[in-house]
């Protein structure tokens, strides 16, 4: 029974997500658009999420999962907001099946097949919530074991016990910030006007993501965005007026210096140098999440920030969904095609219309049905989450920044499988960019960009037309840089994009380390690995075979004609993290 409503419930979010979506654009620290405090005229705000990390952890006696939720620290260091409602979501899974038909219609049909996630009746999930006093309320629900609840202090471990007596650690409030990343470079990249301009929420697309080519190369003339000595802080805190003028860009090559070396648009800097941020961190035996720990060995995650609706905040998200998308009128289009055909029938007396009427207007009503026991069943858990409104949604870093734009509706979370053909569209519209900037330094691109001598600013309109030109991105397996992710030489597939980023969870795999994309450790560095995927994992560079890390290798960029000669990202985080939990280092 379950798999047939998993399969209702995939098949539903894949016919209403591509079919009636409008376009969507998607690390963060700065999502969704409601909370990005990227903008001029938007505060610091307790639900904009920032990571979402997940591991196995180290244990002798018992296999244990760590799963850590980070945000930002508002009101203060250690002192969360008792407006925000937060979800931690686990759904362990045994190992999927690979995607064999390499076709825009097979990617699509296995997107439909991953339906576990996407309105899913039975994930297990931990709610947490801090009281005016400083104290943390935490629900399971759906846990094996049963629902319990438990209150524990702030800013200090502790321990709670499932009904069957496992143990959970637990730690909620303030750490350093585990994300060590060039913010200014990656925003760079992709012209992202409201990092180095006073932008305000709300100003249309070109305000915001500029139709400027992304480049990893500076482009000559790009004087809106390019590095500029006299301001040397321009875009890493100074923001400038809005020019006078649009953002656009007429050249024709990137920019190169007196010794003919291009201009990389990182620095290498880690922007979260110094920066806290509030975070709930657990650890807990892979049994307390499910009663086949042999068998499910994924454990997809993810987290979500939920705001009290009478407490007036991110107003810009409204308190309830509009109509279309309330599930509940799923089938109105074929009962509206059904009406007007019986109608039409009255005059004409055409059997045929009768005919496609009766079946509009059935075909509507099924629909409808399923569409109301759907939404029945996800808010029937209890009746807590009609007080809160859905803000943020953290799986899978770049997800959402990179390939869905951070717009409001697109944080779908584990549901971002109604976005597959818009993601097509977009890595198309980023390798269009990206490609001729990884030649122009030597290196082989995923993505088939014709040759062409600079990066341009182009959208596909159609995801089978631009299919063909990231095919090779979409499933090449991404190498790994060694075998210590798989420290017991498992035969376990190497992951492709594709099943990275739909759904949008952190999928930990049990049988690995828990390195990105077989989970995510804190000491990953996954902007430069994400860049990675614009790479051709079938070359060699240096003499080396292409993986995930080989960005960030320095002898890489000693050899390319590039100034500054640095990877892309930071390799460490600002501080070391610990090798206990909560894992995370003290904060600042």
């Known amino acids: 029974m379950r798999t047939r409503v998993r399969a209702a419930c995939g098949f539903l979010a894949v016919a209403v997500g591509l079919g009636a979506a409008p376009a969507a654009r998607g690390a963060d620290h700065n999502d969704p658009n409601a909370v990005n405090s990227i903008f001029w005229d938007i505060d610091i705000s307790s639900a904009d999420l920032y990571d979402f990390f997940g591991f196995p952890a180290e244990s002798p006696d018992e296999e244990r999962v760590v799963v850590a939720l980070t945000f930002a620290p508002v009101p203060d260091t250690g002192v969360l907001d008792p407006d925000l409602l937060y979800r931690l979501r686990f759904d362990p899974d045994r190992r999927a099946a690979p995607l064999t038909d390499e076709s825009l219609e097979g990617m699509l049909k296995y997107a439909a097949a991953l339906d576990e996630l996407y309105l899913d009746l039975e994930t297990e999930e931990v709610r947490v919530r801090v009281d005016e ?3 943390a309320h935490l629900r399971f629900l759906g846990f094996p074991s049963g629902d319990f609840d438990a209150e524990v202090p702030t800013n200090e471990v502790a321990t709670v016990r499932t009904p069957d007596g496992r143990v959970i650690q637990v730690f909620v409030g303030g750490r350093d910030d585990a994300f060590f990343n060039d913010l200014p470079g990656f925003f760079r990249s992709i012209n992202y006007a409201p990092q180095f301009y006073k932008v305000p929420h709300g100003s249309p697309r070109e305000l915001r993501e500029t139709p400027i080519p992304k480049t990893l190369l500076e482009l000559e003339g790009n004087d809106f965005f390019n590095f500029d000595p006299s301001r040397p802080t321009h875009g ?33 800097q880690d922007a979260q140098a110094g920066i806290n941020v509030n975070a709930i961190v657990l650890e807990m035996p892979l049994a307390a999440l499910t ?77 409808a049905m399923v569409a109301v026991f759907l939404a029945g069943s996800r808010a029937n858990v209890d009746a807590e989450l009609s007080r809160y409104k859905l803000v943020d949604t953290d799986g899978i870093p770049f997800s959402d920044a990179a390939l869905s734009e951070r717009e409001d509706e697109r944080q779908l979370g584990a549901a971002n499988v109604a976005l597959a053909r818009q993601f097509v569209i977009r890595l198309a519209h980023l390798g269009w960019g990206f490609s001729p900037s990884i030649r122009a330094l030597g290196l082989k691109s995923s993505f088939d960009d014709d040759e062409i001598p600079v990066s341009v600013h182009r959208w596909p309109k159609l995801a089978s037309t631009a299919f063909p030109r990231v095919k090779t991105a979409l499933f090449q397996e991404l190498n790994m840089p060694d075998d210590s992710w798989n420290p017991r030489g498992l035969d376990i597939p190497l992951r492709r994009p594709f099943e990275i980023f739909v759904p949008n969870v952190c999928a930990i795999d049990m ?20 860049l990675s995927v614009f790479l051709d994992m079938s070359q060699t560079i240096g003499g080396q075979p292409c993986h995930v890390d080989i960005l960030g290798n320095q002898w890489l960029w000693d050899s390319a004609p590039v100034q500054p000669k640095t990877p892309p990202n930071p390799l460490k985080n600002d501080r070391e993290f610990l090798d206990r939990f909560p894992y995370l280092a003290e904060p600042w």
């Open 291 to 367: 009663e086949s720990p042999r068998e499910e060995r994924i454990v997809k995650a993810w987290g979500e920030s939920w705001v009290l609706k009478a407490a007036d905040k991110v107003e810009t998200i409204p308190d309830d969904a509009p109509w279309h998308r309330d599930p509940r009128w799923w089938g109105a289009p074929l009962l509206a095609i059904g009406a007007v055909l019986l109608l039409a029938r009255a005059s004409s007396r055409s059997r045929r219309r009768t005919v496609l009427g009766v079946v509009a207007l059935a075909g509507g009503v099924a629909v």
């Open 511 to 530: 049988d690995t380390n828990g390195s990105w994309p077989f989970g995510r450790r804190l000491e990953d560095q996954v902007a430069t690995r994400f």
């Open 133 to 135: 006093g400083g104290r």
């Open 236 to 268: 890493s805190g100074l923001k400038l007026d809005l020019p006078d003028r649009p953002f656009t860009w007429d050249g024709d090559r990137f920019l190169r210096d007196e010794n003919g070396d291009f201009r990389f648009v990182y620095s290498g």
